[in-house]
Each structure stands twice: as structure tokens, then as C-alpha cells.
């Protein structure tokens, strides 16, 4: 990807895009750093209650990289690493698959970037499907989920995380620096992120504006609202 010379607007945590933001920066893009949304980790009697209970489940399901590292949060904590790993642990991508392999934790994957259809599939095939774990944030849709319901999987989803947006003085400051500095381009970087920045900032022309989408769903809520789709990156 060539993004040279460009204001760009991300609106994740530079932790949550580091890749990302250093590859732009190397190509001489000027970062707009406004993060609309805050992930905070949980913590409450059903999450303990669960883990204590981790034995019972066959199967633990890792639906994204963010589900992963909260849930492994609290694994430290409890010290049950051991417990996880005599699980069948599942990644929906390769990303989560290396995070799980880094902390010694043998990860199933079929793809770097499986569908999760074709995941439960491969669960099918591999007739794993015991009962499952599926660590995930409040507040959050996920397909995954859904599939294991319509073909009658016990499973249970564990909330790990919530989501929070920025405070009315953070937001005013992000649109104090947009005004200073419209940006030439857009990273969309999930679904949710489409309404998020069209409410937060809708005075942006987005006929001057580039803008890229992190996965091919996320190109289609763009063209859902209107916008454009520039580029789509996977």
C-alpha cells in the first residue's frame, strides 16, 4: 500500500494498530490519532465463577486477537494456564493463532483469515463438539456465536471486556485537529467504526477524502452509507 504525503485518520488506540500506524508513518503519512472507542477489561463473579469451572468445557474459541488477550488477562491472574492448555483451542485467524502459540498453547486454525463458518466446519470434521467456551467483549455481535447455536453446539459466551467511547472534551479536541487538519484519508478499521465516525465527525467532505477498509465486510457497510470504498486491505 502507498499512502504517501497523506493526513490520515485512524480513530483505534495506537496500541490497538501499531502495525499499522508505524507502516504509514515509514511511508511518510501524517497520523491523526482520534480513538473513538476504549476497551476496558471486566471483572465479576460470572467470569470467576466460569474459570473455576474451565474443566468442564471441551473446547476454547478465539473469535479475534482483542478476545484472546483479555481472556488471557485473566488466565495469568487465576493461574490456570495449565487448564487452557489441555482444551482444544481454536483461532478464527492467524493472528490469534501466533499470540495463543507464544504463550505455549497449540492453536487450531484451517486459514490466516478463516471465515467462521469454515472454522465450525473444521470443528465438524475434527468431531470437536463438545461443549465451548467463547471469550468475547460485551456489547459485541459476533457470527461465531450464532453458527454454534444453529447447530445445536453448547457453548457459552464469557464477556471479558466492554467498549467505551471518548468523553465530550476528548471528542471536541479530535475535532478541533480535523478542522486544523482535514485528513486526505480514512481506515476503517471495523464495521462499527463506519456510524462511529460519521456521528463524531460529520463535517469531513468526504469527496476529498480516501478512504480504506480493513476487511471486505467493512466495504460493504461503506457503500451501505454512501461512501465510497478506495481501497480494501485484508
Not at 486454525?109 to 461443549?131: W, Y
Not at 464469557?158 to 471536541?172: A, F, I, K, T
Amino acid at each position: 500500500m502507498v499512502f504517501k504525503n497523506k493526513n490520515t485518520l485512524i480513530t483505534q488506540e495506537k496500541k490497538d494498530c501499531k502495525e499499522l500506524v508505524k507502516d504509514l508513518e515509514e511511508r511518510g503519512s501524517e497520523i491523526l490519532q482520534c480513538p473513538l472507542e476504549k476497551y476496558i477489561p471486566l471483572s465479576n463473579s460470572d467470569i470467576r465463577d466460569t474459570l473455576e469451572k474451565i474443566e468442564h468445557f471441551d473446547n476454547i474459541i478465539y473469535g479475534n486477537l482483542k478476545n484472546a488477550t483479555f481472556f488471557f488477562e485473566h488466565i495469568y491472574d487465576e493461574q490456570i494456564l495449565e487448564k487452557v492448555l489441555n482444551r482444544i483451542n481454536f483461532a478464527l485467524d492467524q493472528p490469534t493463532a501466533d499470540f495463543l502459540e507464544d504463550r505455549g498453547i497449540p492453536a487450531i486454525t484451517s486459514a490466516p483469515h478463516t471465515k467462521p463458518i469454515e472454522l465450525v466446519e473444521l470443528m465438524l470434521r475434527l468431531g470437536q463438539t463438545g461443549t465451548c467456551l467463547y471469550p468475547c467483549g460485551r456489547h459485541f455481535k459476533e457470527e461465531l456465536p450464532g453458527l454454534l447455536f444453529e447447530l445445536g453446539i453448547e457453548f457459552k459466551e464469557l464477556e471479558m471486556y466492554d467498549r467505551v467511547g471518548p468523553s465530550e472534551q476528548e471528542l471536541e479536541r479530535y475535532r478541533a485537529m480535523l478542522q486544523n487538519e482535514q485528513p486526505d484519508l480514512v481506515v476503517f478499521h471495523n464495521i462499527d467504526s463506519v456510524r462511529r465516525i460519521k456521528i463524531a465527525f460529520p463535517d469531513l467532505n468526504w469527496k476529498n477524502i480516501e478512504t480504506v477498509a480493513l476487511s471486505a465486510a467493512i466495504a460493504d457497510k461503506l457503500q451501505e452509507n454512501d461512501l465510497n470504498v478506495d481501497r480494501i486491505i485484508t
